[in-house]
């Protein structure tokens, strides 16, 4: 079973609530569980935000070598080089947030 913390939104899993939130302490009372279909949301989406995470690591990874890339600055077409994939980085990361704040709208987190 799932629950939900109203005060923070954090889930919990277990067959009952916690005694307090493990993210901002509030007291049991404030937990209310999910519906089979909103937990199994929570679930199968579960992997999928991972994978996104993930992505947004290796773009952030990919964004810093270009950036050394172009400090090196050894020529003009290995440094324009180096500037497009900072750009495209970004903007794989900036895909992969968007999705997980869609699902996160969606209750799929």
């Given amino acids: 079973?799932?629950?939900k913390c109203a005060v923070c939104g954090f889930m919990w899993e277990g067959l009952e609530a916690p005694d307090k939130c493990p993210?901002?302490?509030a007291p049991k009372e404030k937990f209310s569980s999910l519906?089979?279909?909103d937990?199994?949301?929570v679930y199968v989406s579960d992997r999928t935000n991972d994978i996104h995470m993930e992505i947004i690591t290796l773009a952030m990874r990919i964004e810093?070598?270009?950036r050394e890339g172009?400090?090196?600055n050894l020529d003009p077409p290995c440094v324009q080089l180096f500037k497009k994939a900072?750009?495209?980085a970004w903007i794989i990361k900036q895909r992969s947030k968007a999705e997980i704040a869609g699902h996160l709208?969606?209750?799929k987190w």
């Fill in 1 to 3: 079973m799932l629950w």
């Fill in 23 to 25: 993210k901002c302490g």
């Fill in 35 to 37: 519906s089979g279909e």
């Fill in 39 to 41: 937990a199994q949301k």
């Fill in 64 to 66: 810093a070598l270009a």
């Fill in 70 to 72: 172009i400090e090196l």
């Fill in 86 to 88: 900072k750009d495209e």
């Fill in 105 to 107: 709208s969606k209750g």
